[in-house]
């Protein structure tokens, strides 16, 4: 069974508009973690936020914020203003704390923001 | 800033040829990690190491082995490439204190002929 699904393969969005890019998980460990990250297509990846799953807000970092939505195991990722340079892959992954520093990504969602 | 560093950004090897793809990272992070990457497939774990010396099979170490002598470079060897190894190999590391982000290395693009 999946544990990350992102079901956008593929999104557009006109520049300086918002954009959220989904994100489901699938757990039983009560301690995790949930990770943004973008890969340009030069193919670095770049870490975004990150929010842990006994934090009662919602985690933010400049035009980035992560909805985390516990009970519903969503966490979305929302872009603000978009910017042309924010056109690239981006992935939702998990930590589960019972399984180490491990990392299971999502399939990823390729962003195109429009001029 | 983290800074991961890998040898090659673009590598081509034949088959049969052993191969070495170099990570280090300057942060004096505990863990250590190698992922390829693949249309379709996403990033799967091959190896991990928590220390010097210690190593922890991912999803696929089939066909790959590491090294790590030192805490700052974790190497990953292909002992005999083949082309079904063609692939983007990513480096991470991350310390093992919350909430224990993994930093990339900018990637290694590997073809096999």
């Known amino acids: 069974a999946q544990k990350i699904t992102q079901t956008q393969p593929g999104m557009f969005v006109q520049e300086k508009e918002a954009v959220t890019l989904d994100c489901t998980y699938d757990?039983?460990?009560?301690?995790?973690?949930l990770f943004w990250y973008k890969q340009p297509s030069s193919g670095e990846m770049i870490f975004l936020i990150y929010?842990?799953?006994?934090?009662?807000q919602n985690a933010t970092e400049g035009r980035y914020s992560l909805n985390f939505q516990k009970a519903r195991k969503s966490a979305n990722l929302v872009i603000s203003a978009s910017q042309l340079g924010d056109s690239a892959m981006y992935f939702c992954?998990?930590?589960?704390?019972?399984?180490?520093?491990?990392?299971?990504f999502g399939q990823g969602t390729e962003l195109s923001v429009k001029p | 800033d983290v800074k991961v560093t890998q040898s090659s950004r673009y590598l081509v090897k034949r088959t049969g040829e052993k191969v070495f793809l170099e990570c280090v990272q300057d942060m004096d992070h505990e863990n250590m990690f190698w992922y390829r990457q693949d249309p379709g497939l996403g990033l799967r774990l091959i190896y991990f190491s928590y220390d010097v010396k210690m190593k922890e099979k991912g999803d696929i170490p089939e066909g790959y082995s590491v090294s790590r002598e030192k805490k700052e470079r974790f190497s990953l060897i292909l002992e005999s490439a083949s082309t079904n190894q063609t692939s983007m190999y990513l480096c991470?590391?991350?310390?093992?204190?919350?909430?224990?982000?993994?930093?990339f290395g900018p990637g290694t693009r590997l073809t096999v002929l």
């Open positions: 992954a998990m930590r589960e704390n019972n399984q180490g520093g491990k990392l299971i």
């Open positions: 929010q842990g799953s006994y934090d009662q």
């Open positions: 991470a590391s991350s310390s093992p204190s919350p909430p224990d982000t993994q930093y």
């Open positions: 757990t039983s460990d009560p301690s995790y973690g």
